[in-house]
């Protein structure tokens, strides 16, 4: 058995990725461990830049996200009992986000490819990874209950954080250059009394409290808790408790209903030093693990696959692959400049460890005060920072 393209994981990245490929004529096959419902409940991300939305337009891909997503151009940070709110979409000239939660992006993606020809093969994981006698990917997965074998052109790793395909590469391009960070964050889904319009990050003496929009009166909260700390220790009551005293919502603002799911997620960074091995190539989180801080995760994860597209494309019909040699080094760039902003902003919302008395927190949140009215007001600083934000290059 043969295909063009083969990619193992059906999220953001690999569906992207096949759906491209495919309406340009590749054949493509994306090999996925989970069901379709488990992709279509699994709640991430959920923001959208506006050059991203623009890409999957294009490509035809954003019908879904056209009838049921929703625009969205400022965040405000409330520190020290004031209120900063940045209008990134005015200071960049129009890049706002789109919120679009990612599980029914996914749903749409899977169901284009599908309508294309190509339903991904679901409940099918890669098992192992090889070469044939030309130097050819072969991929060992498991497919309706059997052990097959595939050939390909070209294999990508669209496989996520834990994903085995990098693991085929040999030990010295598997070096991975990662940053732990000194505290965590609980994660939140939550029915809020009324739509969330704008990110809202709190900067308080207790640690970093955070609001972002997703579907309707759903939303998403982050709070700052102690590396490693047990998501046990946070029941419902202390959690709403604590995001109400963090955030401090005023009359008017989307206050926590309920809480729908909690969880946490352990900041840490992490960037894969290669991200093609011969025919096998990484894009999305498999190639590099950013802090949700941004929201860039999802959004990088897309550009890497419409890198990819183009040159695939390239490579297998115009015999061009000049393209594919500079892939690596285009995304390794862009990686390290979100890389960059999600860091300073983790360290604009954080107060560093060290700043244990009262009087040393409260010098921190001033300084970043002064720091967060520099990122209101129209200037050099603030559309620096809201280009970044907005993902507007
Ligand atoms: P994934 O979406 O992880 O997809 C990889 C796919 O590969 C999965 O479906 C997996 O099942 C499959 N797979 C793995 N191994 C195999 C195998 N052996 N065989 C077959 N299939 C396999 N980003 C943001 O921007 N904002 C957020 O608020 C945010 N919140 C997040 C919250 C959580 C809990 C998590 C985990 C991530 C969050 N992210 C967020 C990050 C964002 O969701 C990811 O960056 C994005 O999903 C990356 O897409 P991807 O396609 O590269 O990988």
Redesign the pocket.
Known sequence: RRVEVAV???????LVLANVLRRAGIEVAV????SAAH?ERRA????LEHRIAGYLRAQGLATGLDARGSRHGWCEFACLGRLVRVDYRALTGGAGHWVYP?QELVGDLLAELARAGGPARLE????GVGRDGTGRPVLRVAEGGAERTYGCEYLVG???????VAECFPPQARRVVRRRYPYDWL?VLAEVSRPVEGVRYALHESGFAGM?PRAGTVG?LYLQVPPEDDPARWPAERVQAELAARLRPAPGDPRVLRLLET?V?RLHARVRGRLRHGRVFL????AHL?T?SG???????VADAADLADALIRALRRGDPSALDGYEARRLRETWRMQEFSDRLLGLLHLPREAAEPAEREFGLRLRLAHLRGLAEPGPRAVDFARDYAGAG
């Open positions: 193992a994981g059906a999220g953001p990245a690999g090999w996925e461990r989970f992709l991430r991300a959920g923001l990612q099918s994981p890669v098992l669209c496989d996520g954080a834990h994903g085995i994660t972002m998403r969880g997620v894009a999305g989180d498999a950013l949700p929201a860039k995760g999802l959004n990088l994860a």
